[in-house]
């Protein structure tokens, strides 16, 4: 099961949030979920709370991939070879 959440600030700034709540409760939790965002807003980041588990950050001009949620690595990076393999890892 796949979930896409692309332009999730435009969505919520749409006024969906009720919406995509109801949604995320509905779908299962063992899932996967792509949630694209031009910004990192309050708004987005309580929604990537709320419907991601585990998640990576890939920032566009920053050249790096950050998990802010990996215990005991928050402050940590990864090249791309690193990105790449977590991505061939986890799907």
Same mark, same amino acid.
């Given at each position: 099961?796949?979930?896409? $959440?692309?332009?999730?600030?435009? $969505?919520?700034?749409?006024?969906?949030? &009720?919406?995509? &709540? @109801? $949604?995320?409760?509905?779908? *299962?939790? &063992?899932?996967?979920?792509?949630?694209? !965002?031009?910004?990192?807003?309050? +708004?987005?980041? +309580?929604?990537?709370?709320?419907?991601?588990?585990? *998640?990576? @950050?890939? &920032?566009?001009? !920053? @050249?790096?991939?950050?998990? *802010? =949620?990996? *215990?005991?690595? !928050?402050?940590?990076?990864?090249?791309? +070879?690193? =990105?790449?393999?977590?991505?061939?890892?986890? !799907?």
């Amino acid at each position: 099961m796949h979930q896409v $959440l692309d332009e999730a600030d435009r $969505l919520l700034d749409l006024e969906f949030a &009720e919406s995509i &709540e @109801k $949604l995320v409760k509905l779908l *299962p939790r &063992e899932r996967t979920t792509y949630l694209f !965002s031009a910004t990192m807003t309050t +708004k987005v980041a +309580k929604l990537q709370r709320a419907s991601l588990t585990n *998640p990576v @950050k890939v &920032e566009v001009n !920053s @050249k790096c991939v950050v998990n *802010p =949620f990996f *215990p005991g690595n !928050s402050d940590k990076y990864a090249d791309t +070879k690193q =990105f790449q393999h977590f991505y061939n890892t986890t !799907s």
